[in-house]
Structure formats: structure tokens, C-alpha cells
């Protein structure tokens, strides 16, 4: 997520030409939209990090789901 927000924020900088951006190449800010297209679709299933953000979820969602439980037991 971080290199998405860099991107954004070297193409708003550029394109409004602010200070030393404005005479960075486009073709930098085309490269690391390359590198993050290839980082989201590729690196991140080979190393299944896709996969690890998803089981977290699963299992924040399980364990508040049993907390709420038992603090309904409790409350009887």
C-alpha cells in the first residue's frame, strides 16, 4: 500500500510541477507502477502474504466472535 500512495503522490507532484519533481521523468513514476503491478500480482501469492492478510482477518473475526460469547455467559 505504501508504494500506491508514492505513486499517487509522484504523479501529483509532477503534473503539477512542484519544486525537483518537475523535472522528474515520467518513465520513473511508469516504472514502479511496473514494479507494484508485479509485486500485487505475482510476489505476494508466490510468498502467499495474500493469503496471511486473509487468515489474520479470519482470525481476529473468530476470536471477537468468541469473546462476544462468552461475555454474553458472563453477563447471566
Same mark, same amino acid.
Request: charged share 30%; aromatic share 18%; glycine share 4%.
Given at each position: 500500500?505504501?508504494?500506491?500512495?508514492?505513486?499517487?503522490?509522484?504523479?501529483?507532484?509532477?503534473?503539477? +510541477?512542484?519544486?525537483?519533481?518537475?523535472?522528474?521523468? #515520467?518513465?520513473?513514476?511508469?516504472?514502479?507502477?511496473?514494479?507494484?503491478?508485479? #509485486?500485487? +500480482?505475482?510476489? +505476494?501469492?508466490?510468498?502467499?502474504?495474500? !493469503? !496471511? !492478510?486473509?487468515?489474520?482477518?479470519?482470525?481476529?473475526?473468530?476470536?471477537?466472535?468468541?469473546?462476544?460469547?462468552?461475555?454474553?455467559?458472563?453477563?447471566?
Amino acid at each position: 500500500m505504501p508504494v500506491i500512495l508514492l505513486i499517487a503522490a509522484l504523479v501529483g507532484l509532477r503534473y503539477f +510541477e512542484v519544486w525537483r519533481f518537475a523535472a522528474l521523468s #515520467w518513465w520513473w513514476i511508469i516504472g514502479l507502477m511496473f514494479v507494484a503491478f508485479l #509485486w500485487f +500480482e505475482f510476489v +505476494e501469492k508466490i510468498f502467499g502474504l495474500d !493469503k !496471511k !492478510k486473509a487468515h489474520n482477518v479470519d482470525e481476529q473475526r473468530r476470536k471477537d466472535r468468541i469473546k462476544e460469547a462468552f461475555d454474553k455467559a458472563n453477563k447471566r
